[in-house]
Nanobody
Framework: QVQLVESGGGSVQAGGSLRLSCAAS????????MGWFRQVPGKEREGVAT???????TYADSVKGRFAISQDNARNTLYLQMNSLKPEDTAIYYC?????????????????????WGQGTQVTVSS
């Protein structure tokens, strides 16, 4: 059983920074792909960033150059460093995990590919 617990959300002013953390436990083979997703009312859940067990990353165009995904060497903690935050970044942020198939070079960016989810953490950016 894979368990994911997010922390680090909160309220900041535009231009500020936050660092989200996701504590992961369980079968490491079941979480060889990990990622961050976000959702606001009335909109589809959006892929923000993903990382493979080998460190290959993807980013949504809207966050490139501002956000960075990383993980510790033991793959027990996933991070999302968020800089230059904008009001449109306001959302509930979720960490997610899935098994990366051997033929994939990067992790999938659609939420329906992930089968383990954290409870979510609220990020609010004010003007």
């Amino acid at each position: 059983q894979v368990q994911l617990v997010e922390s680090g959300g909160g309220s900041v002013q535009a231009g500020g920074s936050l660092r989200l953390s996701c504590a992961a436990s369980g079968d490491t083979y079941a979480r060889s792909c990990m990622g961050w997703f976000r959702q606001v009312p009335g909109k589809e859940r959006e892929g923000v960033a993903t990382v493979t067990s080998g460190g290959r990353t993807t980013y949504a165009d809207s966050v490139k150059g501002r956000f960075a995904i990383s993980q510790d060497n033991a793959r027990n903690t996933l991070y999302l460093q968020m800089n230059s935050l904008k009001p449109e970044d306001t959302a509930i942020y979720y960490c997610a995990a899935a098994r990366r198939e051997p033929w994939r070079f990067i992790c999938p960016t659609s939420a329906d590919n992930y089968n383990y989810w954290g409870q979510g953490t609220q990020v609010t950016v004010s003007s």
